[in-house]
């Protein structure tokens, strides 16, 4: 019966594998592709190719390519299954063929290790017609991480914006209480390491941009570089923080987010508008500056 029961057991592994593994894979800087993994299943196994640039250069941490150009695809060979979600193949023939191992994690995405590297490159599935970005060899392309979301920040990140939701009718004293439990709270995630994904930062920053003295606000502007740098769009809350910062040190704002009332009327100031040009604007995907109390 034992012989019988392995057959069972690869019978249905096998197929369950293919499914979980079969497809298209891609390395990403900012989101596009530098490097393309294709895995079918055929009836000897494992077939696929793998497309990467046909010259780079990677730093020893295994985080960013530069001198970027071209593109090669070769087939991959001898494919063979290993414990878990992975795969082990060769990529060229005789004495210079490299090694690589593919695995499935449990979070969907995927891990390629590349010998001579001693590191894992991160991959996520491509989506159809996905291919190669063009590459600039001036340009440096730093690789895509997967962060893992902390559910207790997205949790303060949405008590906050609830709160707002009717400003007009809101008790703000209870609103500016809950605000400061919510900044320590943001603040003890930050100072644990428990924060890592864009989002993490990008909402970290909403909160701390709801404070009550120019560190905050520093701070604040400080959380929406790391949302940006891990690849999370963070264009207006960077430049929000910044502005609010800049007018709560006595300084002018720079970007003209920030709106003020006043005697009856609305103000920007004090506001500098001539050091941003319009490209710069457009660059951190700002709207155009309309004056206080313009529609």
Same mark, same amino acid.
């Given at each position: 019966?034992?012989?019988?029961?392995?057959?069972?057991?690869?019978?249905?592994?096998?197929?369950?594998?293919?499914?979980?593994?079969?497809?298209?894979?891609?390395?990403?800087?900012?989101?596009?592709?530098?490097?393309?993994?294709?895995?079918?299943?055929?009836?000897?196994?494992?077939?696929?190719?793998?497309?990467?640039?046909?010259?780079?250069?990677?730093? /020893? +941490?295994?985080?960013?390519?530069?001198?970027?150009?071209? !593109? #090669? @695809?070769? &087939?991959?060979?001898?494919?063979? =299954?290993? %414990?878990?979600?992975?795969?082990?193949?060769?990529?060229?023939?005789?004495?210079?063929?490299?090694?690589?191992?593919?695995?499935?994690?449990?979070?969907?995405?995927?891990?390629?290790?590349?010998?001579?590297?001693?590191?894992?490159?991160?991959?996520?599935?491509?989506?159809?017609?996905?291919?190669?970005?063009?590459?600039?060899?001036?340009?440096?392309?730093?690789?895509?991480?997967?962060?893992?979301?902390?559910?207790?920040?997205?949790?303060?990140?949405?008590?906050?914006?609830?709160?707002?939701?009717?400003?007009?009718?809101?008790?703000? /004293? +209870?609103?500016?209480?809950?605000?400061?439990?919510?900044? !320590? #709270? @943001?603040? &003890?995630?930050?100072?644990?390491? =428990?924060? %890592?994904?864009?989002?993490?930062?990008?909402?970290?920053?909403?909160?701390?941009?709801?404070?009550?003295?120019?560190?905050?606000?520093?701070?604040?502007?400080?959380?929406?570089?790391?949302?940006?740098?891990?690849?999370?769009?963070?264009?207006?809350?960077?430049?929000?923080?910044?502005?609010?910062?800049?007018?709560?040190?006595?300084?002018?704002?720079?970007?003209?987010?920030?709106?003020?009332?006043?005697?009856?009327?609305?103000?920007?100031?004090?506001?500098?508008?001539?050091?941003?040009?319009?490209?710069?604007?457009?660059?951190?995907?700002?709207?155009?500056?309309?004056?206080?109390?313009?529609?």
């Amino acid at each position: 019966m034992r012989p019988l029961l392995i057959l069972i057991a690869l019978f249905f592994t096998v197929p369950a594998l293919a499914a979980d593994l079969a497809g298209s894979w891609a390395v990403r800087s900012h989101g596009r592709v530098v490097m393309l993994l294709t895995l079918a299943p055929s009836p000897g196994g494992w077939s696929g190719t793998l497309t990467y640039p046909a010259h780079f250069a990677i730093d /020893a +941490q295994l985080t960013t390519f530069t001198e970027l150009s071209g !593109a #090669r @695809t070769q &087939a991959i060979h001898g494919v063979t =299954a290993a %414990e878990g979600a992975s795969l082990n193949f060769t990529l060229g023939a005789g004495k210079n063929a490299d090694r690589l191992r593919f695995r499935l994690l449990s979070d969907g995405t995927a891990r390629l290790r590349w010998q001579p590297f001693e590191a894992d490159f991160v991959l996520d599935r491509a989506e159809p017609g996905e291919t190669l970005i063009r590459f600039d060899p001036e340009a440096q392309y730093p690789l895509d991480r997967h962060w893992k979301t902390n559910a207790e920040m997205t949790a303060l990140f949405e008590a906050d914006q609830k709160a707002r939701e009717d400003w007009d009718h809101a008790d703000h /004293a +209870q609103v500016e209480r809950d605000d400061r439990v919510r900044r !320590a #709270r @943001t603040r &003890a995630l930050l100072e644990t390491g =428990a924060l %890592e994904s864009g989002a993490d930062y990008y909402h970290a920053a909403f909160l701390l941009q709801h404070g009550a003295v120019p560190d905050d606000y520093l701070l604040a502007h400080a959380l929406a570089m790391a949302a940006q740098a891990r690849g999370y769009p963070a264009g207006w809350i960077a430049a929000a923080t910044l502005d609010r910062y800049l007018q709560a040190s006595g300084k002018a704002q720079i970007f003209g987010t920030q709106y003020r009332h006043e005697a009856g009327t609305t103000t920007q100031q004090p506001f500098a508008p001539g050091l941003i040009p319009d490209t710069l604007r457009e660059a951190l995907n700002l709207p155009a500056i309309t004056p206080a109390g313009t529609p």
